[in-house]
């Protein structure tokens, strides 16, 4: 839980997120300056990965209403993944099929993430072996975690949707063609 963190973890975190996801672009890291660890929203449970070499892998989870077309649905958010550069390969499936027993005992009818076009190789295989079905096609409005004032407060991306059957069947899943997170992704 969120709440178990103790500052120690906040910085080490933080210094995690901005080892890992700095090599993909300094404004990646930003976020995680000053030991914050969380980008956008503040997860409220969290699986992290340990070994010799400290934090290996992590993934932020938050339960949250969005909006699919028209319909509100709950969801449990995930988000804030990342592996230890060194341990590159062991792939997301192996997270999400660790994280998926928490889903079910949460309640939740979906699991929902959103991805970068550029990583569509990586969530491709939780499709083929069942674990998701990866959406393309639909935008993701949310708003930015923070107030810019060169900045509208929301944003819109273009983004590959992931979503977890947990309690529901994918056929339950509402189509549209955005979805209105109303809040800060993970």
Sequence with gaps: ???????????????FFRK?????GAFNAKPFEGNRSWAGARPELRAIGYDSGGVAAHMGLLRRFIKVGAADLLVAELGLYAVRPDLEGLGISHAIRAMHPVLQDLGVPFG????RHALQKHVA?????????????????S????????????????VLVVVLPIGR???DWPT??????NGPGL
């Design 176 to 181: 549209g063609t955005i979805i209105d997170r």
């Design 143 to 158: 708003t930015h975690p923070d107030v810019y004032l060169n900045l509208q407060p929301t944003r819109v991306e273009d």
């Design 112 to 115: 929902f993430g959103t991805v």
């Design 125 to 141: 295989r939780l499709g083929r072996h069942g674990l998701a079905t990866i959406v393309s096609g639909v935008r993701v409005r």
């Design 169 to 171: 069947s994918i056929s």
């Design 20 to 24: 890992t996801y700095g090599p993909t």
């Design 1 to 15: 839980w969120e709440n178990e963190l103790q500052l120690s973890d906040h910085i080490d975190l933080s210094e």
